[in-house]
């Protein structure tokens, strides 16, 4: 017989506002099988924990029921509380009254009828749970860091400085990310590439870090403590262990004039290149697309002046197999082409910016680009259209950012702050020039920001003017700029030579799709999703996989390395045992039942289901059944609902407690 | 106006069926050959096991040679011989249903030798067996069928098929009527057609789909479907058997033929088809497929449902 303890949780105001607790305590306590009933005002806090403890020995109760929040909440907290009182852990179950039933209901009377049912169900539901031992799984201490930009580099350098190996892919030839392409940065105006390069360097000399430049993530397989990735290494065209890295190749490349993609486009490059003179590693890659020789097929200059014999045409994509323990998300962003309309998406563009059409309307990066001395223009703030040094230039935040009726309603963090330096910036090379800014608000929080922003204005004389603009337009070799100043309550019109905008951070194009590979959730914008906004903010709600930097929302370098080294620290609390503990809720085959139709094994999205013989004792086939690895499982359930005989069972939502609850409705 | 469907093939076939089993049966190429032979009815059939060559000759093909034999193979199996090849004699409805237990690992292609036969249609299970296969006679999956002639076999009869006249496709005309209907109308339409259902399970057990060894329907512990034959629980099955046999159903339609009360489930069971073609752009047919339906998932499935 089952003596079944039920604890109400009040949440402080947040159930018992809508939720009648004391109504439910005693209603409960009349259901069969509930020996003792109560309720607390925060169940989960040290007192509460103690009374949860305390009742379990002295009333001997069997199963526990806790009525408080969502079981993603509190329900380990309470199944250790469960466990220190001697109990099996999967004894207890969570009736969650507050998310799904107090914080979406207004009338009392009805709420409590509500809480009391969802309470009854979980009660005829823990009648039928079992005790379940704790599965451990061996845990793999390597890591894998997608995305090469600070953030993975400072996730790669922490684990990697721990003693353990890291894995760091990166798509484009070199690593380096956003950050390499920054002049200087806020708010102390050094040099970005001063301060990211020998970052770079040391994850190239670091003998626990294996670097995949070039390289994709094609497959992910596993689970938290062992994945197996499956990452594609794009043809280089160049071998990276002869070259030396002398660029000689480059020099002599015929294709002089390809835009440079890492200058925004407005630098050139070769066909065989990299991006950058800093890059890591220092060997060029060949853009087979606009390479001569593998358009016609004739050429191959580079490959008679490279004196090792490095370069070679008939290199093929890798594939190559990566077993890791953890896994650190670091993709970064990508910023709004506000000229494009993406396909399928809610984003409308902006046209009216004259984005693409007016060549002296460039982004905050191209901006970026052009201040910084390693640039297409060596360092000198110049006019892409005719080369001529701008006088008057204006700035324009929240392109795109906070602009729901154009799809995009978050702030994008960084552009205040980098609008600003940009200003100094001008200011310090075009001593004659006058910069201004149209803005909203300045959203300046953060150690020296708000002073960083007052310095643009009060000592490098740059006009903030509050409101945005309606229309730019090229007149002569100008461009007319249209806008409202709603301090003063006038329209504004200023006759530009250039025109920097401020677009919006977004994530990077194909961030869903590898968020797919992974299996791990993502918000409409397609930014990385976190397994609790406060309290797990780098961990994915895929166990065993972290996320670090802008993929999860725009982020500041500070900021950014900041969560690097928090998901370091993640990964290697995972790797500091070397056994792992895991959730024991995992699918079972009932093999009496079971007539091997392998439906399970087609839809398990794990690869847990296994074929396994049944044999008599003289060694007979008797029949081939499914076997559900409880190691791989990772306890979905969709096995369950797909068997045609329900020969498989997810222990803890067994089709009986399953049944057992809809009946006590 | 009766229209005669040419069946003079069948002899032909009758012949070369006998003269195949005689061979692979005295050859030990197989241990038994599944077909059909004659029944105690005048012109009625009856499915055999044949073990022995000397009695191969019992082995016929008519009209009336109706039944889906691939049941045989799968939860009627206990008759069958479990070691060595299994020869069987299968139509191209049968040969769709063979093949889908091969995707589902029930059957193993290496262990069977299929005996294709070219069918012109057999006779509705309406009519006496010794009737002559007419238009009006025919049985309805006959006149949709798009597998006269099975491929893949390891033996076909050579025989050349004669042209049939034109057939009215019963099935898809009441579909597009029941697609006209409301959702009430229909509703109640199948209401009408499940409250008949005494729970016989006859149409499980005919069917080669239903090879569980222990239905859900049968459990108690928790009790899924209720056993009893009241309206509710009659609907909870024909339901559930309903959407099992979704992109699996191979349309032989012994459900049908086997219903003591005339309910139309091949009807059902072509309009889930009819629904798995829209969505998926999949159905049975004579290749293996490795995964069904509605055991994958693609990029490209209809999403339109999720609203």
Same mark, same amino acid.
């Given at each position: 017989?089952?003596?079944?303890?039920?604890?109400?949780?009040?949440?402080?105001?947040?159930?018992?506002?809508?939720?009648?607790?004391?109504?439910?305590?005693?209603?409960?306590?009349?259901?069969?099988?509930?020996?003792?009933?109560?309720?607390?005002?925060?169940?989960?806090?040290?007192?509460?924990?103690?009374?949860?403890?305390?009742?379990?020995?002295?009333?001997?109760?069997?199963?526990?029921?806790?009525?408080?929040?969502?079981?993603?909440?509190?329900?380990?907290?309470?199944?250790?509380?469960?466990?220190?009182?001697?109990?099996?852990?999967?004894?207890?179950?969570?009736?969650?009254?507050?998310?799904?039933?107090?914080?979406?209901?207004?009338?009392?009377?009805?709420?409590?009828?509500?809480?009391?049912?969802?309470?009854?169900?979980?009660?005829?539901?823990?009648?039928?749970?079992?005790?379940?031992?704790?599965?451990?799984?061996?845990?793999?201490?390597?890591?894998?860091?997608?995305?090469?930009?600070?953030?993975?580099?400072?996730?790669?350098?922490?684990?990697?400085?721990?003693?353990?190996?890291?894995?760091?892919?990166?798509?484009?030839?070199?690593?380096?990310?956003?950050?390499?392409?920054?002049?200087?940065?806020?708010?102390?105006?050094?040099?970005?590439?001063?301060?990211?390069?020998?970052?770079?360097?040391?994850?190239?000399?670091?003998?626990?870090?294996?670097?995949?430049?070039?390289?994709?993530?094609?497959?992910?397989?596993?689970?938290?403590?062992?994945?197996?990735?499956?990452?594609?290494?794009?043809?280089?065209?160049?071998?990276?262990?002869?070259?030396?890295?002398?660029?000689?190749?480059?020099?002599?490349?015929?294709?002089?004039?390809?835009?440079?993609?890492?200058?925004?486009?407005?630098?050139?490059?070769?066909?065989?290149?990299?991006?950058?003179?800093?890059?890591?590693?220092?060997?060029?890659?060949?853009?087979?697309?606009?390479?001569?020789?593998?358009?016609?097929?004739?050429?191959?200059?580079?490959?008679?002046?490279?004196?090792?014999?490095?370069?070679?045409?008939?290199?093929?994509?890798?594939?190559?197999?990566?077993?890791?323990?953890?896994?650190?998300?670091?993709?970064?962003?990508?910023?709004?082409?506000?000229?494009?309309?993406?396909?399928?998406?809610?984003?409308?563009?902006?046209?009216?910016?004259?984005?693409?059409?007016?060549?002296?309307?460039?982004?905050?990066?191209?901006?970026?680009?052009?201040?910084?001395?390693?640039?297409?223009?060596?360092?000198?703030?110049?006019?892409?259209?005719?080369?001529?040094?701008?006088?008057?230039?204006?700035?324009?935040?929240?392109?795109?950012?906070?602009?729901?009726?154009?799809?995009?309603?978050?702030?994008?963090?960084?552009?205040?702050?980098?609008?600003?330096?940009?200003?100094?910036?001008?200011?310090?090379?075009?001593?004659?020039?006058?910069?201004?800014?149209?803005?909203?608000?300045?959203?300046?929080?953060?150690?020296?920001?708000?002073?960083?922003?007052?310095?643009?204005?009060?000592?490098?004389?740059?006009?903030?003017?509050?409101?945005?603009?309606?229309?730019?337009?090229?007149?002569?070799?100008?461009?007319?700029?249209?806008?409202?100043?709603?301090?003063?309550?006038?329209?504004?019109?200023?006759?530009?030579?250039?025109?920097?905008?401020?677009?919006?951070?977004?994530?990077?194009?194909?961030?869903?799709?590898?968020?797919?590979?992974?299996?791990?959730?993502?918000?409409?914008?397609?930014?990385?999703?976190?397994?609790?906004?406060?309290?797990?903010?780098?961990?994915?709600?895929?166990?065993?996989?972290?996320?670090?930097?802008?993929?999860?929302?725009?982020?500041?370098?500070?900021?950014?390395?900041?969560?690097?080294?928090?998901?370091?620290?993640?990964?290697?609390?995972?790797?500091?045992?070397?056994?792992?503990?895991?959730?024991?809720?995992?699918?079972?085959?009932?093999?009496?039942?079971?007539?091997?139709?392998?439906?399970?094994?087609?839809?398990?999205?794990?690869?847990?289901?296994?074929?396994?013989?049944?044999r008599d004792r003289q060694g007979n086939l008797i029949k081939v059944v499914a076997y559900v690895n409880p190691g791989v499982c990772g306890g979905c359930g969709t096995c369950q609902a797909t068997c045609p005989s329900k020969s498989v069972e997810l222990d803890g939502y067994t089709d009986e407690q399953i049944v057992a609850m809809i009946e006590a409705l | 106006m009766t229209q005669p469907i040419d069946t003079s093939i069948y002899a032909a076939i009758t012949e070369a069926i006998q003269a195949e089993a005689k061979r692979l049966l005295s050859e030990g190429q197989v241990s038994v050959v599944i077909g059909y032979a004659a029944g105690r009815r005048k012109g009625s059939v009856q499915p055999v096991v044949v073990s022995d060559a000397a009695i191969a000759d019992k082995l016929i093909f008519t009209p009336a040679s109706v039944n889906n034999l691939a049941v045989y193979l799968t939860k009627a199996k206990k008759e069958i011989p479990k070691s060595g090849k299994i020869g069987v004699v299968v139509k191209g409805c049968d040969l769709k249903a063979l093949v889908g237990l091969m995707g589902e690992s029930q059957?193993?292609?290496?262990?069977?030798?299929?005996?294709?036969?070219?069918?012109?249609?057999?006779?509705?299970?309406?009519?006496?067996?010794?009737?002559?296969?007419?238009?009006?006679?025919?049985?309805?999956?006959?006149?949709?069928?798009?597998?006269?002639?099975?491929?893949?076999?390891?033996?076909?009869?050579?025989?050349?098929?004669?042209?049939?006249?034109?057939?009215?496709?019963?099935?898809?005309?009441?579909?597009?009527?029941?697609?006209?209907?409301?959702?009430?109308?229909?509703?109640?339409?199948?209401?009408?057609?499940?409250?008949? *259902?005494?729970? &016989?399970?006859? =149409?499980?057990? #005919? $069917? /080669?789909?239903?090879?569980?060894?222990?239905? %859900?329907?049968?459990?108690?512990?928790?009790?899924?479907?209720?056993?009893?034959?009241?309206?509710?629980?009659?609907?909870?099955?024909?339901?559930?058997?309903?959407?099992?046999?979704?992109?699996? *159903?191979?349309? &032989?339609?012994? =459900?049908?033929? #086997? $219903? /003591?009360?005339?309910?139309?489930?091949?009807? %059902?069971?072509?309009?889930?088809?009819?629904?798995?073609?829209?969505?998926?752009?999949?159905?049975?047919?004579?290749?293996?497929?490795?995964?069904?339906?509605?055991?994958?998932?693609?990029?490209?499935?209809?999403?339109?449902?999720?609203?």
């Amino acid at each position: 017989m089952s003596r079944i303890g039920v604890f109400i949780c009040h949440c402080g105001e947040n159930i018992s506002r809508t939720v009648d607790v004391e109504r439910v305590a005693l209603e409960v306590g009349k259901m069969p099988g509930v020996a003792f009933s109560t309720d607390y005002k925060y169940m989960c806090s040290d007192p509460g924990q103690n009374l949860l403890k305390k009742a379990i020995q002295e009333q001997k109760l069997t199963h526990v029921v806790v009525a408080a929040c969502s079981p993603r909440m509190h329900e380990k907290t309470f199944r250790k509380a469960v466990e220190a009182a001697g109990l099996n852990p999967y004894l207890c179950e969570m009736a969650n009254i507050r998310e799904h039933c107090s914080w979406v209901h207004e009338n009392k009377e009805e709420a409590t009828a509500k809480a009391i049912e969802i309470v009854g169900m979980m009660v005829e539901r823990v009648k039928k749970n079992r005790s379940l031992p704790a599965i451990t799984v061996p845990v793999t201490k390597r890591a894998l860091i997608i995305g090469g930009g600070i953030a993975g580099i400072q996730a790669a350098l922490d684990i990697a400085d721990c003693g353990h190996e890291v894995i760091l892919v990166e798509r484009e030839p070199s690593i380096g990310g956003h950050m390499a392409q920054l002049s200087e940065t806020f708010p102390t105006l050094d040099c970005s590439q001063c301060i990211m390069t020998p970052k770079m360097v040391d994850v190239a000399n670091h003998p626990k870090i294996k670097l995949y430049t070039h390289s994709e993530i094609e497959l992910v397989e596993g689970y938290i403590g062992n994945f197996q990735v499956t990452i594609k290494k794009k043809a280089r065209s160049v071998d990276e262990d002869k070259c030396t890295g002398c660029g000689v190749c480059m020099t002599k490349c015929p294709q002089k004039k390809i835009p440079n993609k890492f200058d925004q486009n407005i630098g050139m490059r070769t066909a065989i290149y990299v991006p950058f003179p800093q890059a890591v590693p220092n060997t060029p890659v060949i853009d087979r697309e606009n390479c001569t020789m593998f358009k016609t097929g004739k050429c191959g200059v580079c490959q008679k002046v490279c004196g090792p014999g490095a370069v070679d045409f008939e290199q093929q994509d890798q594939l190559i197999v990566e077993a890791v323990g953890a896994i650190v998300v670091a993709t970064g962003f990508d910023l709004y082409t506000i000229n494009e309309k993406p396909k399928g998406s809610a984003i409308k563009g902006y046209g009216e910016f004259g984005h693409g059409k007016i060549p002296d309307v460039i982004d905050g990066m191209t901006f970026e680009r052009l201040a910084s001395a390693s640039g297409p223009t060596g360092g000198k703030i110049l006019r892409p259209s005719d080369g001529k040094e701008p006088k008057q230039i204006v700035f324009i935040q929240c392109i795109g950012s906070r602009a729901r009726e154009k799809g995009i309603s978050y702030c994008s963090k960084v552009c205040c702050m980098y609008t600003a330096k940009h200003t100094m910036l001008y200011h310090h090379k075009v001593h004659d020039g006058q910069a201004y800014v149209f803005f909203m608000d300045a959203r300046t929080p953060g150690k020296s920001y708000d002073e960083f922003w007052r310095r643009s204005i009060e000592e490098e004389e740059a006009v903030y003017i509050r409101g945005m603009v309606s229309r730019l337009y090229q007149k002569g070799d100008k461009i007319v700029v249209m806008g409202s100043d709603i301090a003063v309550g006038v329209q504004v019109e200023i006759e530009a030579d250039m025109v920097v905008l401020a677009t919006a951070v977004m994530p990077q194009k194909g961030a869903d799709t590898l968020a797919q590979k992974l299996g791990i959730s993502y918000d409409k914008y397609h930014f990385y999703s976190e397994a609790h906004a406060k309290l797990r903010p780098v961990e994915c709600a895929t166990a065993g996989i972290y996320l670090a930097g802008a993929c999860q929302g725009p982020k500041d370098i500070p900021e950014t390395v900041s969560q690097a080294s928090a998901a370091a620290a993640k990964v290697m609390t995972l790797f500091s045992k070397d056994q792992l503990e895991r959730e024991p809720i995992v699918a079972r085959v009932r093999e009496a039942g079971c007539v091997g139709c392998f439906a399970c094994k087609k839809v398990c999205a794990y690869g847990a289901v296994e074929e396994k013989e049944i044999r008599d004792r003289q060694g007979n086939l008797i029949k081939v059944v499914a076997y559900v690895n409880p190691g791989v499982c990772g306890g979905c359930g969709t096995c369950q609902a797909t068997c045609p005989s329900k020969s498989v069972e997810l222990d803890g939502y067994t089709d009986e407690q399953i049944v057992a609850m809809i009946e006590a409705l | 106006m009766t229209q005669p469907i040419d069946t003079s093939i069948y002899a032909a076939i009758t012949e070369a069926i006998q003269a195949e089993a005689k061979r692979l049966l005295s050859e030990g190429q197989v241990s038994v050959v599944i077909g059909y032979a004659a029944g105690r009815r005048k012109g009625s059939v009856q499915p055999v096991v044949v073990s022995d060559a000397a009695i191969a000759d019992k082995l016929i093909f008519t009209p009336a040679s109706v039944n889906n034999l691939a049941v045989y193979l799968t939860k009627a199996k206990k008759e069958i011989p479990k070691s060595g090849k299994i020869g069987v004699v299968v139509k191209g409805c049968d040969l769709k249903a063979l093949v889908g237990l091969m995707g589902e690992s029930q059957l193993k292609r290496e262990e069977l030798y299929l005996i294709g036969v070219p069918c012109a249609g057999v006779l509705a299970s309406t009519v006496q067996p010794d009737t002559v296969l007419t238009a009006d006679t025919i049985a309805s999956k006959c006149c949709e069928c798009d597998a006269h002639l099975p491929t893949g076999c390891d033996f076909v009869p050579n025989v050349t098929l004669p042209t049939r006249p034109q057939l009215e496709w019963k099935y898809a005309a009441e579909i597009a009527r029941l697609e006209a209907l409301t959702p009430a109308e229909r509703w109640s339409f199948w209401k009408e057609q499940f409250a008949k *259902c005494i729970k &016989c399970y006859a =149409c499980r057990q #005919v $069917c /080669p789909f239903c090879f569980c060894e222990q239905c %859900l329907c049968d459990r108690n512990k928790p009790q899924m479907v209720e056993s009893t034959p009241r309206p509710a629980g009659n609907t909870a099955w024909h339901i559930v058997r309903a959407m099992h046999l979704a992109g699996r *159903c191979a349309g &032989c339609a012994e =459900c049908e033929r #086997v $219903c /003591p009360m005339d309910i139309p489930l091949n009807l %059902l069971n072509r309009k889930m088809a009819k629904e798995l073609k829209e969505l998926y752009d999949y159905e049975a047919s004579l290749e293996v497929n490795e995964k069904g339906p509605l055991t994958s998932y693609t990029d490209k499935d209809d999403q339109s449902f999720i609203k």
